[in-house]
């Protein structure tokens, strides 16, 4: 005995079904491919560059017993002093950043002093921007400790 309901002639199980199929649940598969067309083509990202390595060059204090040593690039100067003397010191601290204009070459520059504590390594910022053009280089000009 079979205990499926009908409704209108049409059983319950294959009203399910072509409903399933009409919500998307059968289909048909994808046509082949056309082997004459070129498959998509995947646009390829270019690696990021490499990090510009900025190089640390020793400056010139003044003191014996103030070791410098600065990083500068892209207008920004940054000095790391370590005071080793039994004093604190006061340091001027002067750079120069060269910029390519139209037709010549212009230069911004930029000071700051800072007193250092005896037996203390710290970190001096500068910047110097230019106007106009591209910058053509950045360092220090002078640093001067007392």
């Known amino acids: 005995m079979e205990a499926v309901a009908r409704c209108g002639g049409v059983s319950w199980i294959a009203g399910a079904l072509s409903l399933a199929c009409a919500a998307g649940g059968c289909s048909s598969p994808p046509p082949p491919a056309d082997p004459t067309t070129d498959p998509p083509k995947v646009e390829q990202k270019e690696p990021d560059p490499e990090p510009m390595e900025i190089p640390v060059d020793p400056v010139e204090?003044?003191?014996?017993?103030?070791?410098?040593?600065?990083?500068?690039?892209?207008?920004?100067?940054?000095?790391?002093?370590?005071?080793?003397?039994?004093?604190?010191?006061?340091?001027?601290?002067?750079?120069?950043?060269?910029?390519?204009?139209?037709?010549?070459?212009?230069?911004?520059?930029?000071?700051?002093?800072?007193?250092?504590?005896?037996?203390?390594?710290?970190?001096?910022?500068?910047?110097?921007n230019c106007n106009d053009g591209r910058i053509v280089s950045t360092r220090v000009e002078t640093l001067e400790c007392k």
């Open 61 to 128: 204090s003044g003191k014996d017993c103030a070791k410098a040593t600065s990083q500068c690039a892209g207008g920004v100067c940054e000095v790391t002093l370590d005071n080793t003397c039994d004093a604190p010191v006061t340091c001027s601290l002067a750079m120069v950043t060269v910029c390519q204009a139209q037709t010549s070459l212009v230069q911004a520059k930029g000071t700051t002093r800072d007193t250092i504590p005896a037996a203390t390594k710290t970190k001096m910022a500068l910047s110097a």
